[in-house]
């Protein structure tokens, strides 16, 4: 299995390890397409009606694991979400890599929108704490870690983030001692949902799940508008869940965890893509100056660090 330089795992090797899942399985991959290439490899084999989730950095392996447990839960309990594929419920091994396999959604429409996503969180957001070790919600560690593995970085933007870190650290400590944990999927954005034939709406992508105040998942409708563009989307999701986030006395909190988040994500990949690089740099900028008018580009519309 070939490493890049960079240390991370190509998409050539990313299609190497899908296919010698698939060959264990004994499914067919000729239809088999790339869907994500980020922290995650996720290939879609539609003939055989599964996903391929293939981690392609070690640090995320505990999260495999977590992520499988998860899935057995939310199948028994009925929720939301996409469903293992029940021909293997455990984390597989292909050499370095940890991956998981779930069952194709095919794309069925309309396409979700924001009003199922806050419908869909509503829903989520009413189940118990799981059975499961969870990790509490923590987006300072998470910054850290994403720091830690950097690759690229300067001196300036290490130490502009790190003391971000350490400046919002006491204030999210404080939250997590005032609100009782609740299950939190971490991620939540109209991307991370999926729409089944049969009509229901259903999320996917469970490495950020954790246990922490509801709040974090309204976060990053308002954020990403404000940041991406786009206008309703905010007023859409706080109509379908029944509650305006900005109305939070943490709100302030909740917008600057998310912004950060949205930077320290790309800092494994800055020596494999210049495109990220330069995104990275103006998103940083922008933060430093409090430009909070400053419009930024998704990462997921750039060209992948892999391609590069």
Same mark, same amino acid.
């Given at each position: ?105 095919? @794309? ?19 189940? @118990? ?83 922490? @105040? ?34 939070? @006395? ?59």
């Amino acid at each position: 299995m070939s490493v890049g330089a960079t240390g991370r795992f190509t998409e050539e090797a990313m299609t190497q390890a899908m296919r010698q899942i698939a060959a264990r399985l004994a499914v067919p991959t000729d239809d088999a397409r790339l869907l994500h290439l980020t922290n995650n490899a996720v290939f879609a084999l539609p003939e055989a009606k599964l996903v391929i989730r293939i981690a392609r950095t070690h640090r995320l392996h505990d999260r495999v694991a977590k992520v499988i447990d998860l899935a057995r839960w939310f199948a028994a309990t009925d929720a939301p979400t996409i469903r293992l594929a029940p021909v293997v419920q455990e984390p597989i091994v292909v050499g370095s890599l940890l991956a998981s396999v779930w069952t194709y959604v095919p @794309p069925t429409t309309p396409a979700p929108t924001v009003n199922d996503l806050g419908k869909v969180l509503r829903e989520f957001h009413s189940l @118990p704490a799981p059975p499961i070790a969870l990790p509490e919600w923590d987006p300072i560690g998470d910054a850290r870690r994403r720091l830690a593995d950097a690759e690229g970085l300067s001196h300036d933007e290490h130490g502009f983030l790190s003391r971000w870190c350490d400046r919002l650290e006491p204030q999210v400590t404080a939250l997590m001692t005032q609100t009782s944990p609740r299950l939190v999927h971490g991620d939540a954005h109209v991307g991370n949902l999926l729409r089944e034939p049969s009509g229901r709406v259903v999320m996917c992508d469970f490495d950020a799940t954790c246990l922490g @105040p509801w709040q974090v998942d309204l976060a990053a409708v308002p954020v990403g508008e404000a940041r991406f563009g786009g206008v309703g989307n905010h007023a859409r999701l706080a109509a379908a869940y029944g509650f305006d986030v900005v109305t939070d @006395p943490w709100w302030p909190l909740l917008h600057e965890a998310r912004e950060l988040k949205m930077i320290a994500a790309a800092t494994p990949f800055l020596a494999s893509s210049s495109v990220i690089r330069a995104e990275f740099r103006w998103r940083v900028r922008s933060a430093q100056s409090n430009d909070h008018d400053a419009r930024w580009t998704p990462f997921a519309d750039l060209a992948t660090p892999a391609k590069e």
